[in-house]
C-alpha cells in the first residue's frame, strides 16, 4: 500500500516538473527579424520573463554591434569570403582574396566594439600573404566602412 502511494507520489511529482518546464518555450515563436543585428539601442528583455532553467543556462559573452557599422563591413569587403562571422562578440574575419581592379590578395579581421557610429567602435586589420599591410591602406579601409556607414544610417532616416 504504500509502496504504490509512493510511486502515485512520484509520478505526480515528475509530471509537475515537465509541465513547469513547458513555460520555457511559451514565449518561443517564429521571428523573421532574428537574423538581423541590432543597433542595441531596443528595449531588452525583462530578466524577470523565463524559466528556472534559464538561471543554469551558461551566459555568453556579448557586444553590442551597430548594424550600420555591421552591414557597411560586408558590403566593403565583399571581394573577400567571409570564413567567420560573429554577431554576438562583434567580429568579422575573412580569407584571402582580390579586390577589384588590384593584383594583391588581401585577408581582413574587423572587430565592431561599440553599439555607437564612431571611429572607436571599427578596429580593422589588414594582411598580405607577405604579413601586414601599411596603416594609410587600412585607414582608407576603415574610412570606406565608415562613410557607407553614415550612408546606410541616412537612408534608414528616409523610412
Known amino acids: 500500500m504504500i509502496h504504490s502511494r509512493l510511486k502515485l507520489f512520484v509520478l505526480t511529482m515528475a509530471c509537475l516538473a ?3 518546464g513547458c513555460s520555457a518555450f511559451r514565449n518561443a515563436k517564429l521571428d523573421p527579424e532574428a537574423y538581423r543585428v541590432k543597433s542595441g539601442r531596443e528595449a531588452q528583455p525583462d530578466p524577470a ?3 528556472l532553467l534559464d538561471a543554469f543556462r551558461g551566459g555568453r559573452e556579448t557586444v553590442k554591434v551597430n548594424r550600420f557599422l555591421w552591414t557597411a563591413t560586408l558590403d566593403v569587403l565583399n571581394f573577400l569570403p567571409i570564413e ?3 554577431p554576438f562578440t562583434g567580429v568579422i574575419s575573412t580569407g584571402y582574396g582580390v579586390p577589384p581592379g588590384g593584383g594583391q590578395a588581401y585577408r581582413a579581421t574587423v572587430l565592431i566594439s561599440d553599439p555607437a557610429l564612431d571611429a572607436r567602435s571599427l578596429r ?3 594582411q598580405t600573404q607577405r604579413g601586414p599591410v601599411d596603416a594609410a591602406t587600412t585607414r582608407a579601409v576603415e574610412d570606406a ?3 557607407r556607414a553614415r550612408q546606410l544610417r541616412i537612408q534608414a532616416a528616409g523610412f
Do not use: Q
Open 84 to 86: 567567420a562571422a560573429d
Open 49 to 51: 520573463d523565463g524559466s
Open 145 to 147: 566602412i565608415l562613410n
Open 124 to 126: 580593422v586589420a589588414l
Open 18 to 20: 515537465a509541465l513547469a
